[in-house]
């Protein structure tokens, strides 16, 4: 007989393996229905300044050539409001937390369950592994990287250390 969950958490950062981490817990939920389904998903939102179009303000290199900047003009407010009404720059948000929750929630969708979403920060494995021992999880499942050999070696694995770390049994989806 499987043992009884109560609490599943899924670790999920938008790759494609933690993709198959929410299947697994959105399968292991319905099996379940009693248990609690949380996915967990690690704040690391960057936002870049990206040009777009021809900037053609003094100082602005489009093609990747350094401009020593004590051989540029200083930028005066009447140009620096104009290039900022002309739209020649756009923040860029990369790994928004928003856009994971979105993305996990199509997926309990696919799978017509429900669950919760939580964001935590940190370092992803010792995050996870904290937060399922504060809510005494009773498995966590989370997705292959993929790394292997020397990219493992130096960059390490989160789902192995989750594994190592983990006060509860892990499930590494693939």
């Not at 900047?69 to 756009?90: A, I, K, L």
Request: net charge neutral.
């Amino acid at each position: 007989m499987l043992a009884e969950f109560n609490h599943i958490i899924a670790a999920f950062d938008c790759s494609d393996g933690s993709e198959k981490a929410v299947e697994w817990g959105a399968r292991l939920k319905r099996s379940f229905p009693d248990a609690t389904l949380t996915i967990v998903h690690v704040f690391k939102e960057r936002v870049e300044q990206k040009s777009v179009g021809n900037p053609s303000g003094r100082g602005f290199a489009n093609d990747g050539i350094y401009i020593d900047p004590t051989q540029t003009y200083p930028v005066n407010t009447t140009e620096q409001n104009s290039m900022n009404q002309g739209g020649d720059t756009h923040s860029v948000v990369k790994n928004s937390s928003s856009k994971a929750k979105n993305k996990a929630f199509s997926i309990l969708d696919e799978f017509k369950t429900e669950g919760h979403f939580e964001i935590l920060e940190g370092n992803p494995a010792e995050s996870i592994c904290s937060y399922a021992k504060r809510t005494n999880a009773d498995i966590i499942i989370v997705g292959s990287s993929g790394k292997t050999g020397l990219k493992k070696l130096f960059l390490g694995s989160t789902s192995s250390t989750v594994a190592n770390e983990a006060h509860c049994p892990v499930l590494i989806a693939k």
